[in-house]
């Protein structure tokens, strides 16, 4: 199926769903495009999640230090209700 994309470029329609790291990976990636576009981004830590390798350990704390560098806050849920109130 086509689509038309921004400048008029024919585009072709890709679903794909991810879980784990790679939902990280897509969170880090969208952040850091919305940065770059002057966005303020906050990450909400608790609504992400990363796996777990049986000899590597937990992919979630370097994750969360990672956005951290490129987010403009890191949040909890509750943090970011209260912000949005």
Do not use: C
């Not at 576009?37 to 990672?66: C, I, M, S």
């Not at 490129?70 to 949040?75: F, G, K, R, S, Y």
């Amino acid at each position: 199926m086509g689509t038309r994309g921004r400048y008029g470029e024919e585009r072709t329609r890709h679903r794909q769903g991810r879980a784990g790291r790679d939902a990280g990976e897509l969170v880090e990636s969208h952040l850091r495009e919305l940065v770059e576009h002057g966005f303020e981004v906050a990450v909400v830590k608790d609504a992400t999640a990363a796996p777990r390798h049986p000899e590597l350990g937990d992919g979630y704390a370097p994750a969360v230090v990672n956005d951290g560098f490129i987010a403009n806050a890191v949040w909890t849920t509750a943090e970011a209700v209260t912000a949005m109130r």
